[in-house]
């Protein structure tokens, strides 16, 4: 089909530069459109793709080249397999982060459930409770966005996190980042099972144990 369009090589470089400006990267487009990673989207969705990114005079070019048979579904891997591999890697990641999620939360409910009530302040229970839920789903949410972004939670630690590559990490610095990401760094920081250390000389336990 090259030999056929000549200028179809220069199309599909355009197509991916385009994707990179508008979501940061060719894996986070397909992770946009198909966050399940099932590794297909249908004609209409790489239809809006082109919209967003502005390259709908291509749409009928990328289409002749990515579903010859008009099937109706492209395949991410013929469009790039390294961008497709690394979208299943971030929605495993999310996966994985949300199913911890879920365990904390049934691990949580369950103690609370066997801690018999105290007669006095009998409500500071499920307070308490509902505190560590929001903590816990403070986290998820947070580990979510990470992964979307730098693709894994390893890469995010390096790069959003501690990109000095500190051996410890002060609740402060901590706190900076979650600012920055949106996150209260409070309800993150419990939800990772770490203590607020009061001497401000002592460093607590790097946070990269909690994700």
């Given at each position: 089909l090259c030999h056929l369009d000549p200028r179809l090589d220069d199309v599909l470089e355009d197509?991916?530069?385009?994707?990179?400006?508008?979501?940061?990267?060719?894996?986070?487009?397909?992770?946009?459109?198909?966050?399940?990673?099932?590794?297909?989207?249908?004609?209409?969705?790489?239809g809006r793709l082109c919209h967003e990114i502005k390259a709908t005079d291509a749409v009928h070019r990328l289409l002749n080249l990515f579903d010859p048979e008009s099937e109706g579904e492209i395949e991410l891997e013929a469009i790039d397999k390294d961008?497709?591999?690394?979208?299943?890697?971030?929605?495993?990641?999310?996966?994985e982060a949300a199913k911890q999620n879920q365990l904390l939360n049934e691990k949580?409910?369950?103690?609370?459930?066997?801690?018999?009530?105290r007669d006095v302040g009998a409500?500071?229970?499920?307070?308490?409770?509902?505190?560590?839920?929001?903590?816990?789903?403070?986290?998820a949410d947070m580990k979510a966005k990470l992964c979307k972004k730098h693709g894994n939670l390893a890469s995010a630690w390096r790069k959003a996190i501690n990109p000095e590559g500190r051996k410890r990490l002060r609740f402060e610095a901590f706190e900076r980042v979650c600012k920055r990401l949106g996150f209260p760094a409070l309800e993150v920081w419990r939800?990772?099972?770490?203590?607020?250390?009061?001497?401000?000389?002592?460093e607590a336990e790097p946070v990269c144990d909690g994700f």
């Open positions: 197509f991916k530069q385009r994707c990179a400006e508008r979501y940061g990267s060719m894996w986070q487009a397909f992770d946009e459109f198909d966050p399940e990673a099932t590794g297909k989207i249908d004609k209409a969705k790489f961008a497709a591999d690394d979208a299943k890697d971030a929605c495993e990641e999310r996966r949580q409910n369950r103690l609370h459930m066997l801690v018999e009530p409500a500071a229970g499920p307070r308490k409770d509902k505190k560590m839920q929001a903590a816990c789903k403070a986290v939800g990772l099972g770490l203590p607020i250390v009061e001497d401000e000389e002592e």
